[in-house]
């Protein structure tokens, strides 16, 4: 029997993407094995979504205070404590003395992330110091890990390129979305989530946060033109945890005069997941303008809901997409 260690710590009902991952990967981990014992570690401050409960499965609620003291301080005395086998992680950086075999999986290279956080303003004083310890820290902890799996063959090419990594320590494994969005919606359930956002004439979906990668302000300006130059019917509906008057998106939607035809709708919980299924499949099309993606994980919700896609021809999209979308440059509105 083995003793193995998941990160399970941006595991929330507000997460998307490694959120969702994370939470998929427990589900299925409780279906396929009944016999090694795991250790899951979540944030004590996120509220969680529904968890599998079985007699090998053993959550473990964290306090952490910030990420690099919960790298170099608590988590190698939680490694010595739970004498795990193997330590499987989504984190871009890992403790420097930790002797746990580690399995490293790679949504995205952080360099690419904290380019764009920093070019959208995000310099506080901790963010610089954080931005700088994952430069020093990830090249090393992606020599330290016993394994790799990368999202995506473009975050596999990007790691051989840019951090010399040898291509058969790096495994391919595109993750899974959730069974509830390759259901077909019913013509009533699709018809009542319409008549629920008051878009009985259509919408066009897009998922965003607080992440400035999401480039919603580009949707809603690409959204503007084309009611100008075509008088599209439909509303523009944007889902996630977004606040639009934090985030100027309030101010934009003013100055183009669109405010009837927008509707931001909040995150959508984990419990939540058979509504943000009907949303996507109720959608004329999902729009994703994406300025990076290690994988792409609403895209992949929305192609399994069966909706039309235009998205970014950037980093990994084109590869996940292939033929089943519009790809277009993400910066030209």
């Known amino acids: 029997m083995a003793i193995i260690g998941i990160d399970a710590t941006s595991l ?38 529904e968890l599998p409960r079985q007699g090998n499965f053993h959550y473990v609620r964290i306090g952490l205070l910030n990420h690099i003291i919960w790298d170099q301080f608590q988590l190698p005395r939680i490694l010595r404590k739970y004498k795990l086998d193997i330590y499987h992680t989504t984190s871009d950086s890992l403790p420097i003395l930790a002797k746990t075999k580690i ?40 020599r330290k890990a016993a394994v790799i799996m990368a999202s995506s063959q473009s975050t596999k090419t990007d790691l051989i390129r840019k951090y010399a990594v040898e291509g058969n320590k790096i495994q391919v ?54 009611r100008q130059e075509s008088e599209i019917p439909q509303k523009l509906i944007i889902a996630g945890n977004v606040d639009p008057q934090a985030s100027g998106l309030e101010r934009l939607i003013a100055e183009l005069n669109l405010k009837d035809r927008i ?4 995150y959508f919980a984990e419990k939540q997941t058979g509504e943000l299924a009907a949303l996507y499949q109720a959608a004329d099309v999902y729009v994703d303008p994406s300025l990076y993606e290690g994988f792409g994980f609403q895209v992949v919700e929305a ?21 089943a979308g519009i790809l277009v440059n993400p910066r030209d509105v």
């Open 12 to 49: 929330s009902v507000t997460g998307k993407g490694v959120s969702r991952y994370q939470h998929n990967l427990l589900i299925a981990l409780a279906g396929l094995d009944k016999l090694n014992c795991y250790y899951i570690f979540l944030n004590k401050k996120n509220i969680l979504p």
């Open 103 to 142: 399995a490293l999986f790679i949504f995205e290279i952080p360099d690419y992330r904290i380019d764009l956080m920093s070019r959208a303003g995000h310099n506080s004083l901790y963010s610089k110091i954080s931005y700088k310890y994952n430069e020093i820290l990830f090249p090393y902890i992606l």
């Open 173 to 226: 494994l595109y993750p899974g979305v959730s069974v509830c969005f390759r259901a077909p919606g019913d013509d009533m359930t699709l018809k009542d989530t319409r008549r629920k956002y008051n878009a009985d004439s259509g919408y066009i979906l897009h998922i965003s946060s607080t992440d400035p990668r999401d480039n919603t302000a580009v949707v809603i300006r690409a959204f503007g033109r084309a």
């Open 263 to 266: 509707l931001f709708t909040g």
């Open 303 to 323: 192609m399994a809901s069966g909706v039309p896609i235009i998205a970014s021809n950037v980093t990994s999209l084109p590869e996940i997409i292939g033929d």
